[in-house]
């Protein structure tokens, strides 16, 4: 058992609701249909031993909500995408920023700053994207190795890469770092290899 209220909040334009970070885990309230939700991927974060909220919940300029919880830390939720994921995969990190979360603010520049229940004073976190960041058959997420010995690319839609590989034609997804290998008839003689995407034709993204 466990209470059902909200330290914290925040508004969602683009959705024109209320998100709340409550120990019932991410919740959305809709202010046209006046109902209460909880997205299915939630569930996950909820069902963690002695799971609870933080006060701090903020939306960045992508429309990702950042709440804080006990004793996962900070998460990042995309509504669009409909995913989840730690601020930080440094554990130690995660638990430094993320202990006594009171509240976040992204300014103009989007820069984050947090601050804190106990005297630990206030974070800047400033964004910067990586030079180099490699990408091997080591490289998993879902299941979904990364390809090696590539020989091509063409960019398709939504800037979804097409990588033809010793392996097959794969395609990359940037946004959640997935790698997919190309369904296609494999026809006479079985498994074709050496397959290399030659151009994406626009009209039919094909």
């Given at each position: ?203 039919t993204q094909k």
């Amino acid at each position: 058992d466990h209470g059902h209220y909200a330290e914290g909040m925040c508004y969602d334009g683009k959705k024109n609701g209320l998100w709340l970070n409550s120990p019932d885990g991410l919740v959305f309230f809709d202010l046209q249909l006046k109902t209460f939700s909880r997205p299915a991927i939630i569930n996950s974060t909820v069902g963690v031993k002695n799971y609870t909220a933080q006060a701090g919940i903020s939306i960045d300029t992508k429309g990702v909500i950042w709440f804080a919880t006990r004793p996962t830390g900070i998460l990042l939720f995309d509504p669009e995408l409909q995913t989840i994921q730690p601020f930080s995969r440094d554990e130690e990190i995660q638990e430094q920023l993320s202990a006594w979360n009171l509240r976040m603010y992204f300014d103009p520049e989007g820069m984050v700053w947090i601050s804190y229940l106990n005297k630990k004073g206030i974070a800047q976190l400033i964004p910067n994207s990586p030079a180099v960041k490699l990408y091997s058959s080591t490289f998993k997420h879902v299941d979904h190795p990364a390809p090696d010995r590539i020989q091509n690319f063409t960019l398709g839609e939504n800037n979804k890469l097409w990588i033809g590989a010793q392996e097959g034609i794969y395609s990359y997804d940037p946004d959640t770092e997935v790698f997919n290998t190309w369904e296609y008839d494999k026809g006479p003689g079985g498994k074709r290899e050496k397959l290399f995407p030659l151009g994406m034709n626009k009209a039919t993204q094909k």
